[in-house]
């Protein structure tokens, strides 16, 4: 499985962006994917994943201000970003495993990791 991210940039407080990742290879029995963010200096952590039959999850962080979705017939998943703040600027990751994850916000839970796309928040 093979995850390639795009969408990230540069943004005001208060702006919005739209994370894309397209998913190929063995793609029909992903069952989880999501998205990570690492900032610098700091720990990879879960931003919000979502299951094959749609149940999605959130950091309290992102909750009411990121959404994940995906299109199955695009084989890509999205995150909606809105009301972003400086401390949203990070690394975001795509990922996704074969398998229901215990923890969904564990990222050793995850088999598969795109290459990242930088979001930066800033004034």
């Known amino acids: 499985v093979q995850l390639v991210e795009s969408g990230g940039g540069s943004v005001q407080p208060g702006g919005s962006l739209r994370l894309s990742c397209v998913a190929s290879?063995?793609?029909?029995?992903?069952?989880?994917m999501g998205w990570f963010r690492q900032a610098p200096g700091k720990e990879r952590e879960g931003v919000a994943a979502?299951?094959?039959?749609?149940?999605?999850r959130y950091a309290d962080s992102v909750k009411g201000r990121f959404t994940i979705s995906q299109d199955n017939t695009k084989n890509t998943l999205y995150l909606q970003m809105n009301s972003l703040k400086p401390e949203d600027t990070a690394m975001y990751y795509c990922?996704?495993?074969?398998?229901?994850?215990?923890?969904?916000?564990?990222?050793?839970?995850?088999?598969?990791w795109g290459q990242g796309t930088q979001v930066t928040v800033s004034s």
């Open positions: 990922t996704a495993d074969l398998f229901f994850p215990t923890d969904w916000s564990e990222k050793t839970e995850y088999s598969y």
């Open positions: 979502i299951d094959s039959d749609g149940t999605t």
């Open positions: 290879g063995y793609t029909y029995s992903l069952y989880c």
